[in-house]
């Protein structure tokens, strides 16, 4: 079972209290030991620093290349969804039971 995560932080000496980054590590699972950036969750090494896209183009670009785990784009996204509505209508039209399973 994974350990809760811990809010607060107690820095110099006990006598500074901040929010803890809520970073998790790929490695270990363990809680990143950093104090969070004020009015952020996270620190400086993760994000807690970046601003995202400031220009209307920037905000523009990355809307449209929006990704999830750094390997979909939104047309693949789509291109998947409009194939399994196709699975599915072939499977209906051959009366076999249509069950989407996970590659593994």
Not at 48 to 76: N, Y
């Amino acid at each position: 079972m994974e350990a809760p995560k811990e809010i607060e932080l107690w820095t110099a000496g006990g006598k500074i209290r901040c929010l803890r980054c809520q970073a998790r590590s790929k490695r270990h699972g363990g809680q990143c030991g950093a104090p969070a950036i004020q009015g952020k969750r996270v620190c400086r090494n993760h994000g807690g620093l970046s601003r995202g896209p400031t220009t209307a183009a920037g905000r523009q670009r990355c809307a449209e290349v929006r990704t999830t785990h750094g390997q979909q784009t939104r047309a693949k996204r789509q291109r998947a969804s409009e194939l399994s509505t196709l699975f599915k209508l072939y499977a209906a039209i051959l009366e076999i039971p249509y069950r989407m399973e996970s590659p593994k």
